[in-house]
């Protein structure tokens, strides 16, 4: 049995990989049945003509959308991608040879980091992270370096976008061997929007030393009022080394869909559709189709106030703020979001009522959100498991929080919180 153990053992390359916080807490739901506002998708509908579409595309004459499709992007889908970016980025993009569909964003990821991140190539990977970035680096054979965004400020309303990178510690990060950069914005689990100059001292840095920009938009359309979304790609002298990722799990609140794209040079997209071909291949034909009915309608009214990437911001902003309200009169510390669906909150103020010890994890995050999923009925993730090793204690008195939720939802979650503040 030895034997056998020893020889199908884990890969080296995997090792250092095996624990996922999404697998141990959405199990950890299921056993505990809290209200759940950890992980990051709707509970409420998704557009009516994006779900209508799949149906119809199921139900059609058209028997060959039940089959496969071509291998990098369905035909549909590539051509309505191309002319949403060509718009978005100012520039025409080839949909045969500039734009890749992917299995979700997640393989969107994974092809363009195993396709670009050799042995010893090292990665900068801005923290907090989503959590896939560093194993998906390690498995390629490169080199994680990371750098945390900071808080700059403590006291008062506190806003995502103070927190920021420190200038002199990026640049000591470049050097001859660093291959590419990975920045996501809107950010999770922060919610901050990069700005213009933000952007520009990443860009500045990439042209100097030559390195890859990997651009994970994502919650592209989630950006709340004054704050606007700048595409890295825009920027000059940054089309030729970005690649950009997005999804239709975000964009149209379909997450079970798993469809994402990435677009760029068609020198840098070969190599992630090398990696793409001998992996997944192609994605699902219907699925494809009908995100491509889906944008073909919003294209129709893109800027308009009826446009869904209008109306979903403006719809979750009172979510937003009503989360942040909540939090803070139960004495947590919110940091109130620029963009996306996510928000974290500084938990310290109520650890005295916390009975941190009945958990055995290392990090107090951990515990703290364990506790609460067992024994008050809320569910967050800890943020700490967005941070690498040498970093986690930087989160450790946070919990992130998701408010793509139905408006009961979140008045549930208010009352759970205020009914445990009153209780001595």
Same mark, same amino acid.
């Given at each position: 049995?030895?034997?056998?153990?020893?020889?199908?053992?884990?890969?080296?390359?995997?090792?250092?990989?095996?624990?996922?916080?999404?697998?141990?807490?959405?199990? &950890?739901?299921?056993?505990?049945?809290?209200?759940?506002?950890?992980?990051?998708?709707?509970?409420?509908?998704?557009?009516?003509?994006?779900?209508? =579409?799949?149906?119809?595309?199921?139900?059609?004459?058209?028997?060959?959308?039940?089959?496969?499709?071509?291998?990098?992007?369905?035909?549909?889908?590539?051509?309505?991608?191309?002319?949403?970016?060509?718009?978005?980025?100012?520039?025409?993009?080839?949909?045969?040879?500039?734009?890749?569909?992917?299995?979700?964003?997640?393989? *969107?990821?994974?092809?363009?980091?195993?396709?670009?991140?050799?042995?010893?190539?090292?990665?900068?990977?801005?923290?907090?992270?989503?959590?896939?970035?560093?194993?998906?680096?390690?498995?390629?054979?490169?080199?994680?370096?990371?750098?945390?965004? #900071?808080?700059?400020?403590?006291?008062?309303?506190?806003?995502?976008?103070?927190?920021?990178?420190?200038?002199?510690? &990026?640049? =000591?990060?470049?050097?001859?061997?660093? +291959?590419?950069?990975?920045?996501?914005?809107?950010?999770?689990?922060?919610?901050?929007?990069?700005?213009?100059?933000?952007?520009?001292?990443?860009?500045? &840095?990439?042209?100097?030393?030559?390195?890859?920009?990997?651009?994970?938009?994502?919650?592209?359309? !989630?950006?709340?009022?004054?704050?606007?979304?700048?595409?890295?790609?825009? &920027?000059?002298? !940054?089309?030729?080394?970005?690649?950009?990722?997005?999804?239709?799990?975000?964009?149209?609140?379909?997450?079970?869909?798993?469809?994402?794209?990435?677009?760029?040079? =068609?020198?840098? !997209?070969?190599?992630?559709?090398?990696?793409?071909?001998?992996?997944?291949?192609?994605?699902?034909?219907?699925?494809?189709?009908?995100? *491509? #009915?889906?944008?073909?309608?919003?294209?129709?009214?893109?800027?308009?106030?009826?446009?869904?990437?209008?109306?979903?911001? #403006?719809?979750?902003?009172?979510? #937003?703020?009503?989360?942040?309200?909540?939090?803070?009169?139960?004495? !947590?510390?919110?940091?109130?979001?620029?963009?996306?669906?996510?928000?974290?909150?500084?938990?310290?103020?109520?650890?005295?009522?916390?009975?941190?010890?009945?958990?055995?994890?290392?990090?107090?995050?951990?515990?703290?959100?364990?506790?609460?999923?067992?024994?008050?009925?809320?569910?967050?993730?800890?943020?700490?498991?967005?941070?690498?090793?040498?970093?986690?204690?930087?989160?450790?008195?946070?919990?992130?929080?998701?408010?793509? +939720?139905?408006?009961?939802?979140?008045?549930?979650?208010? *009352?759970?919180?205020?009914?445990?503040?009153?209780?001595?």
């Amino acid at each position: 049995m030895n034997e056998i153990q020893n020889k199908f053992s884990l890969p080296n390359r995997y090792k250092g990989s095996e624990k996922s916080v999404w697998v141990e807490y959405i199990q &950890l739901a299921l056993e505990h049945k809290p209200l759940n506002l950890g992980q990051g998708f709707p509970d409420f509908a998704a557009p009516k003509y994006v779900t209508s =579409a799949l149906a119809d595309v199921a139900n059609g004459e058209n028997v060959l959308l039940q089959q496969y499709t071509r291998g990098y992007g369905h035909p549909r889908l590539i051509n309505a991608l191309s002319k949403l970016y060509s718009k978005l980025i100012g520039r025409e993009i080839n949909p045969q040879t500039e734009i890749l569909v992917t299995s979700g964003a997640y393989e *969107a990821l994974f092809s363009t980091i195993v396709g670009h991140v050799d042995d010893g190539d090292e990665v900068i990977i801005i923290e907090p992270f989503f959590d896939c970035y560093e194993p998906m680096v390690r498995t390629a054979g490169g080199i994680p370096k990371f750098i945390p965004l #900071r808080p700059t400020k403590t006291d008062g309303v506190i806003s995502s976008a103070d927190w920021a990178l420190d200038k002199s510690e &990026l640049e =000591a990060l470049f050097n001859n061997k660093t +291959k590419m950069i990975i920045v996501n914005t809107p950010h999770n689990p922060l919610g901050k929007v990069f700005t213009q100059s933000e952007l520009e001292m990443i860009a500045d &840095l990439c042209k100097k030393w030559n390195v890859l920009c990997v651009s994970d938009e994502v919650y592209e359309w !989630m950006v709340y009022k004054p704050n606007t979304h700048i595409r890295i790609a825009t &920027l000059p002298g !940054m089309w030729e080394r970005t690649i950009t990722i997005g999804s239709a799990g975000k964009t149209f609140s379909v997450t079970g869909w798993k469809t994402g794209w990435a677009y760029g040079p =068609a020198n840098l !997209m070969g190599n992630l559709q090398m990696v793409h071909q001998n992996c997944v291949y192609t994605c699902c034909t219907p699925i494809q189709e009908a995100v *491509a #009915r889906g944008f073909e309608l919003e294209l129709s009214r893109l800027g308009q106030d009826e446009c869904y990437f209008m109306s979903l911001p #403006r719809e979750l902003e009172a979510k #937003r703020d009503f989360m942040g309200k909540f939090l803070s009169d139960v004495g !947590m510390h919110p940091v109130i979001p620029e963009g996306g669906y996510f928000m974290i909150a500084d938990w310290s103020p109520l650890a005295s009522k916390v009975q941190l010890e009945t958990e055995t994890d290392k990090y107090r995050d951990y515990r703290f959100t364990k506790w609460m999923t067992k024994k008050i009925g809320l569910q967050g993730i800890p943020p700490s498991a967005f941070y690498n090793v040498s970093h986690k204690p930087l989160a450790e008195n946070y919990v992130r929080y998701c408010f793509i +939720k139905e408006d009961s939802n979140l008045q549930k979650a208010a *009352a759970i919180l205020q009914k445990w503040k009153s209780q001595g």
